[in-house]
DNA sequence: AAAGTACTCAACCGCAACGCC
DNA sequence: TGGCGTTGCGGTTGAGTACTT
C-alpha cells in the first residue's frame, strides 16, 4: 500500500491540456494501447504526471465517450441509482454508456441536486423534505452529539461490506431498488443545497451540519432512521431551535410550492 | 460597460485497493 | 508476509464563462 509515488509536481505541467498533448496522447495510445501509465509521460514525449494522463484519457479522450448532453431517461437513471447506492460515480457511470464517472459526478453536483432540491426532495436521502422535517420535528429533545460525529464530514465513510463491488449492470425494467439488496451510508449535508465550490459559504445554517451528522449517522428504510428511534440524547440548545425553525420555514415554503409533495409520491 | 456573483466542468488531491515481487 | 508501484475512486478546487446588478 502507501501513497502512490507521485511524479515531481514542480517539474511537471499541470492544468488545461492543450490540443497538442491531446494528440501527443492519442498518438501513443493508438500505437501501444492503454497500459502503464506511469511511463506514458517519458514515452508520449509529455511533460506531465502520468496520473494526470490517465485521467486526461479516461475522462475526455476516450473515443467511446459521448460529449453531448444528459438526456432525460440518463438523468431518471442517475436519480434512481443515486437513490439506490449513493455517490458511488463510477458504478452509476457503468449503467450510462459513454459516461464517465466525472461527468455524472458533475452533472449531479450541478443540476441534479438542485433540481430535487427545487421539488421539495433532500438529495441525499431522496426524501421528501417534509416528510424529513415531520421525522425530525416528532423530536421532543435532542439527542446528544457524539464527538466523533462533529465536524466536517468524515470521509472515511465506507459502504457495508454487503454493497460492495455491486456492478452488474442493470436489466431493464427492473426495480433499483431491488437490485440493490446493500445499503448505503448516506452523507450528512446541509439542507440548503450548494455546489461544493469555493464560491458557496455562508448559506448554511449554523447547527445545520451537526444534526445532519446525526441523521446521517442512523439508518431508516431510505438509509434514514427518524431521531425518535434513539434511544440516547436528551439535550436541546437554541442554534438547533433556530435551525429547525429554519427549515420548517423553508419547508412552509415548499409546501406552498409542491403541495403534491403532501402525500409522499413522488415521481422524478 | 463594468463589477460582482453564480455556475460549469476539467483537473487535481488524497486515500484505498490491488497486484506483483 | 510485507513493501512497493499502479490503478481506481470520490471529494474538492479553481479557471473560465455566463448571468445579474
Known sequence: MGKPPCCDKSNVKRGLWTAEE????????????????????????????????RLRWTNYLRPDLRHDSFTPQEEELIIKLHQAIGSRWSVIAQQLPGR??????????????????????????????????????????????PKPLIGPFNKTSTPTPTMAKAQQ?????????QQFQFQTPKKPHIFN????????????????????????????????????????????????DSFVDALLEQDFEIKCSFPEILDGCFDY
Open 169 to 177: 449492470p442493470f436489466s431493464s425494467g427492473t426495480n433499483l431498488g
Open 22 to 53: 491531446d494528440a501527443k496522447i492519442l498518438a501513443y495510445v493508438s500505437s501501444h494501447g492503454v497500459g502503464n501509465w506511469t511511463l506514458v509521460p517519458r514515452k508520449a514525449g509529455l511533460n506531465r504526471c502520468g496520473k494526470s494522463c
Open 100 to 145: 464517465t464517472d466525472n461527468d455524472v459526478k458533475n452533472y449531479w453536483n450541478t443540476k441534479l441536486r438542485k433540481k430535487l432540491s427545487k421539488m421539495g426532495i433532500d438529495p441525499i436521502t431522496h426524501k421528501p423534505l417534509s416528510q424529513m422535517l415531520f421525522d425530525y420535528g416528532s423530536i421532543s429533545s435532542l439527542p446528544t452529539i
Open 193 to 240: 443545497e450548494q455546489p461544493t465550490t469555493s464560491s458557496c459559504s455562508s448559506s448554511s445554517i449554523n447547527g445545520g451540519e451537526t444534526v445532519f451528522h446525526l441523521a446521517a449517522s442512523s439508518k431508516q428504510s431510505n438509509g434514514i432512521e427518524p431521531f425518535s428511534q434513539r434511544s440516547e440524547g436528551s439535550s436541546s440548545d437554541s442554534s438547533f
